[in-house]
């Protein structure tokens, strides 16, 4: 139970100001969601290297013993690493054995991603959200409703590379999904039933579906209420189970296309005034790419 | 061998398909639709009768009768409410709607309710003047289907319990069949007459905690922040219920054991959803105090309870009180045997009468009918449900003084063991005579 | 006339101060300011005074609403007006989820779109909605009336009891035991009423609009309908 708020940027003009508009509209999703907060940026990167988000504790030298073409960024606890697309089974199992005690939290070209207990403001504060650019981004303010209130239950969840998913809801089916998605090489983390439909979609991509595909089956497979946000390294979508209960609203301009849980959120984005306003139907996928 | 003196097998009832079942099935061939009826469950289930107080000896002292005071007062929504409702006794009367008993009835408990200074809930058709003029602590239940639902009835309220759920039927809206809604129903519930009432299970404008939170302060700021705000629900999954009512600002959680009574729902949904009570109160007890909020919100417990000694039991693994239905019936005169060849005549006997949805009720207590409603005489009524009320109370304090305890909400868990493993595992208490909780540590 | 800006004062201020007004005040004309999107925003008004709220408002707005006329100057969030007794609601953007619900009577006028679940139990409102309305709208509604002027999403009216819709547009598709009613002079006479109410005089005319209403197949339960449930 909490609250979503995304972003995708259409006009390139905007893409300095993407974490600031994104941590002003964390921060007003905060009462629907006091126990942890996350996001996902999808910033600079290119198809030659391999940007990595790690989580842990004394993660600083990790970048200067990794050597050559390695860059770190350290954001309080946690550290983005960048380099060679070639190093990345090295890099990894170096991590695996050296440091196991390090979470791997989000992988890809252009995804970096942050998420740790404690109140938005505050969360957006530790990882610099503000000043952060990039051309879209998906937030997440959470109640835990059936897992513990834990970094690791916090989203976004991403199970694949450049891949995020947020959730408002509850999935009533999960355990069986997970029990379904395991024998097919998608591993889990925790209890939570968001880490579970990021899994599945996963699953589908790694299949060769497209991101609408995926979240269409996930109309017929996943059982439950829920609203996902999706990022991908070129696209952003939304869907809303048939039932539709939880909240969702979205704000088309020129500029971007913006959803928040409540309309709140969106307020202070530029041009709301006159922006198109309107709240996804029920089962019903809702993709934009980048070109 | 003698062929005319063979011994015979011995006829065997099934215990799988056994009479019930076989009834069941027959009328379920013949009618094809479900088995309707009130009441709660009927299985024997592990309950409060499987734990056992420890009292005084030598290492623990009792407490005299009458000079030294067992105190039994209660104060329900400390947490953010302006006037937080106080009780004489921890013992409430539950939720049940005008429409499922007689107006009457509802007099009885506001009657009773009041003579020993404790609190009467409405259920799911509005707020009866019947009700508010006679009881004197009135919760006014704001449920899904917001029958008769209004600002002056919420204004004229002691507290407003937000009922998710309940014990009977977790997951289930309120029922009422066509022979109960009667002119004066219909009116209050907008419905037509004589139909058969279906209800939403979920809320209108509201689905989970998330949403819940932005509710509940609407109804405070309607209220002025004056009333307690309960939340109610049926025992599922107790520890994250009641963490989450907590986190959307509830100030008392109200659970209710699958042994809470309905006035009507499927039988299937009463026996088989919802868990016992018994294993419900201490992952209750355990978010509340996880959250730091256990004494700061309040936890109300109900489903069987039927003697002080439940009662004692139910604050000894950590409620703050409990509520009666059931019980609350019976003191009035449901399943009387004085009725009983009215009973047979209903094709039942006195004590298993729970067809209530038919709406025939010789007691006049589930019916709308005026004549058999007018057999219940709510001043008498409400005497007996004083007395059984009172006896309660005297029967907790009993245990209590003899567990050494001044105050009901000094029993704890310690003063408890378990007579069965299962009772042992649900209610976190000891087996008797051992150190082991099942679950939870060694011999 | 009283100005409340919600940038300086609290909700509970102005929640209060509403409140407290008895039904002769002469302080009759209100307008709130910076509402930005807060939740229960004249909720619970019991006062036949006019409040006007000067952008867009979040939940809960004008809940429980006796006896006011409450204008909203831009959108409303989900429960616009829900539980409304008596009095009117106008709300010049777009109205969420749930508009008008379980609302026992008064007026709620919606001059954009309504998004799902529009009057959904509704108990004797009367709705308006000059735009558009979602799926599972009239779920379950039990008495008043529900006027569409464009077109009705997925499942209208599903579960009705003896609610009265009124559509000019396109439904999608009706809800379990809803279906079309003939437009019977009264229909006519009570539709055109209402538009009226609502300023329309003379701009739509009754005769677009087609009545749906409950065919009564569910008022007691039959074991042939049991798919239906």
Redesign the interface.
């Known amino acids: 139970?909490?609250?979503i708020v995304g972003l995708f940027l259409k006009d390139r003009k905007l893409e300095p100001k993407l974490g600031s508009l994104l941590a002003g509209m964390l921060e007003v999703m905060t009462?629907?969601?006091?126990?942890s907060a996350g996001f996902a940026v999808y910033g600079s990167g290119d198809a030659d290297h391999v940007k990595v988000t790690l989580r842990g504790r004394e993660l600083e030298g990790i970048a200067e013993t990794l050597g050559h073409g390695v860059k770190g960024t350290l954001r309080d606890n946690h550290l983005v690493l960048s380099f060679p697309k070639d190093r990345e089974d090295q890099i990894r199992t170096w991590l695996a054995a050296e440091r196991s005690e390090i979470k791997v939290i989000g992988v890809g070209q252009r995804i970096e991603l942050y998420k740790e207990v404690g109140l938005p403001a505050e969360v957006s504060k530790r990882f610099g959200l503000p000043d952060m650019s990039g051309t879209h981004g998906i937030g997440h303010t959470r109640?835990?409703?059936?897992s513990a209130v834990t970094t690791a239950g916090a989203h976004p969840f991403s199970t694949g590379a450049d891949q995020c998913l947020v959730h408002?809801?509850?999935l009533s089916n999960y355990r069986s999904l997970r029990r379904m998605l395991e024998p097919k090489g998608i591993s889990f983390e925790t209890d939570n039933d968001t880490e579970v439909a990021a899994g599945y979609l996963s699953w589908k991509l790694r299949d060769g579906a497209t991101l609408a595909e995926a979240l269409q089956s996930s109309l017929v497979d996943l059982d439950g209420?829920f609203t996902f946000v999706v990022g991908t390294e070129s696209g952003f979508a939304v869907v809303r189970d048939p039932i539709?209960?939880?909240?969702a609203?979205m704000a088309e301009t020129d500029q971007y296309v913006a959803f928040g849980?409540?309309?709140?959120a969106l307020?202070g984005l530029p041009g709301i005034g006159s922006a198109r306003?309107f709240?996804p139907?029920?089962a019903r996928v809702y993709a934009w790419e980048r070109h | 061998m003698d062929l005319d003196n063979i011994p015979q097998t011995l006829p065997r009832q099934s215990a799988t398909f056994d009479p019930y079942t076989l009834a069941e099935i027959r009328r379920a061939a013949a009618t094809g639709i479900y088995d309707i009826r009130g009441a709660g469950t009927k299985r024997a289930l592990p309950h409060f009768d499987d734990l056992l107080f420890l009292g005084a000896s030598i290492s623990r002292y009792p407490l005299e009768g009458y000079r030294e005071k067992c105190a039994t007062d209660v104060i329900l929504g400390t947490r953010f409410a302006k006037k937080p409702i106080h009780l004489k006794t921890p013992v409430t009367i539950a939720g049940m709607s005008f429409g499922a008993l007689s107006a009457q009835a509802k007099e009885a408990l506001g009657r009773g309710a009041t003579i020993v200074g404790t609190s009467t809930t409405t259920g799911d058709g509005g707020m009866t003047s019947e009700e508010r003029g006679h009881s004197k602590t009135l919760i006014y239940q704001y449920l899904p289907s917001r029958y008769g639902m209004n600002p002056d009835d919420l204004r004229k309220a002691d507290a407003i319990e937000v009922v998710i759920g309940q014990g009977a039927k977790p997951g289930g809206g309120g029922m009422l069949l066509g022979q109960k809604i009667s002119d004066r129903i219909a009116q209050m519930r907008n419905l037509p007459k004589g139909i058969d009432q279906r209800s939403a299970c979920?809320h209108p404008d509201w689905?989970?905690?998330?949403?819940l939170?932005?509710k509940i302060e609407e109804l405070r700021e309607i209220t002025d922040w004056e009333k307690p705000i309960y939340v109610k629900v049926g025992a599922t999954?107790p520890y994250?219920d009641i963490?989450?009512a907590v986190?959307a600002g509830a100030d008392v959680v109200v659970l209710d054991g699958m042994q809470g009574g309905t006035a009507a729902t499927q039988e299937v949904f009463i026996e088989h959803v919802g868990i016992p009570i018994l294993s419900a109160i201490r992952p209750a007890v355990q978010a509340l105090q996880d959250l730091g909020f256990h004494r700061k919100v309040q936890l109300v417990v109900s489903g069987g309870i039927r003697n002080g000694a439940d009662v004692a039991k139910a604050l000894a693994l950590g409620a703050d009180a409990v509520a009666i239905g059931t019980a609350a019936l019976v003191a009035l005169g449901d399943n009387d045997p004085v009725h009983e060849a009215e009973y047979r005549a209903l094709g039942t006997t006195a004590g298993a009468y729970d067809d209530w949805q038919e709406g025939r009720d010789p007691a006049g207590i589930t019916t709308q009918d005026p004549v058999l409603a007018a057999r219940l005489d709510p001043v008498a009524a409400g005497r007996r449900l004083a007395n059984y009320l009172s006896v309660l109370t005297l029967e907790a304090q009993t245990i209590a003084r003899a567990c050494g305890k001044s105050h009901l909400h000094n029993l704890e868990p310690e003063d408890l063991v378990a007579l069965t493993i299962e009772a042992a595992a649900m209610a976190r208490v000891p087996l008797a005579g051992t150190d082991w909780i099942p679950g939870r540590g060694s011999f | 006339m009283p100005v409340i800006d919600l940038a300086e004062v609290s909700r509970r201020d102005l929640n209060s101060q509403l409140h407290a007004l008895v039904p002769s005040t002469n302080e009759t004309h209100w307008r709130v300011e910076n509402p930005?999107?807060?939740h229960a925003l004249a909720a619970g008004v019991d006062a036949p005074i006019t409040i006007e709220i000067a952008g867009?408002v979040?939940?809960y707005c004008a809940g429980m609403n006796k006896q006011a006329t409450i204008l909203i100057e831009g959108?409303a969030?989900?429960g616009v007006a829900e539980n409304m007794i008596s009095g009117m609601v106008h709300v010049k953007g777009?109205a969420?989820?749930a508009a008008g619900a379980t609302a026992h009577g008064g007026l709620l006028i919606i001059d954009g779109d309504a998004?799902?679940r529009c009057g959904i139990s509704m108990k004797g409102v009367k709705i308006i909605v000059k735009g558009s309305i979602?799926?599972?709208s009239a779920f379950m509604a039990q008495s008043g009336m529900l006027v569409v002027l464009g077109d009705a999403?997925?499942a209208l009216g599903d579960s009705i009891y003896e609610a009265n819709l009124f559509v000019r547009g396109n439904v999608k598709s009706l809800g379990t035991d809803c279906v079309e009613k003939t437009m019977r002079d009264e229909h006519k006479a009570e539709l055109r009423k209402l538009l009226d109410t609502a300023g329309l005089n003379g701009e739509v005319s009754v005769d677009e609009f087609k009545r749906y209403g409950s065919a009564r197949t569910l008022y007691n339960f039959h074991v042939d309908n049991a798919s239906a449930y």
């Open positions: 139970m909490c609250g009462d629907r969601g006091p126990d109640m835990a409703t059936e408002n809801g509850s209420f539709a209960c939880k909240p609203v849980t409540e309309y709140r307020v306003v709240e139907e029920p | 979920r689905t989970g905690p998330d949403d939170e932005i999954r994250y963490a989450l986190k | 930005n999107g807060q867009h979040g939940y959108n969030g989900v777009d969420s989820q998004s799902a979602g799926p599972m999403g997925d």
